[in-house]
């Protein structure tokens, strides 16, 4: 594409300026290039740069992480409200099948695996539930406790 210019935001270079990399900070956060770069002043001063550079990107991933998952909770509220609406909810999603796929629903078979393993697995929730209950029931209920 001619005539295509990437826009960089401003105090950015284009130009890339291996020795020093200073094209690539913005003015304001310079790095401190005195009559002595190593300098315990020098060294300092660009360790704050840098902290404060990352505290920035830190900022912005944390901005980031936060907008997408509060889009994605959006996103599942609304396709929940949708499959409720429509009476969709309660039938088994497919995946989408690609263009030389045929759509194949599940059997009866692979479907009754899948909710006896459902159940399976809530009956073994309920029932650690339930044995984790009865230890504590009888720590509580032995005798030689002390009482307070």
Known sequence: MSGFAPALPSGFSAESSFPNQ???LPPEHTLHQ???PN????FQQNLQIV????ARLQNLARNTLAGILDRLKQEIQELSQLMLQSGVGALPVLPMPGPSD???PPTEQQLLAEVNNSIRFV???VKRSQDSAAVV????GAPGRAEK
């Not at 902290?51 to 990352?54: I, M, N, P």
């Not at 029931?137 to 509580?140: T, V």
């Open 22 to 24: 200073q094209g690539f």
């Open 34 to 36: 005195g009559s002595d």
């Open 39 to 42: 300098s315990p002043a020098a």
């Open 51 to 54: 902290q404060e550079r990352v």
């Open 102 to 104: 045929a759509i194949s």
């Open 123 to 125: 009956f073994e929730q």
């Open 137 to 140: 029931a009888n720590l509580l």
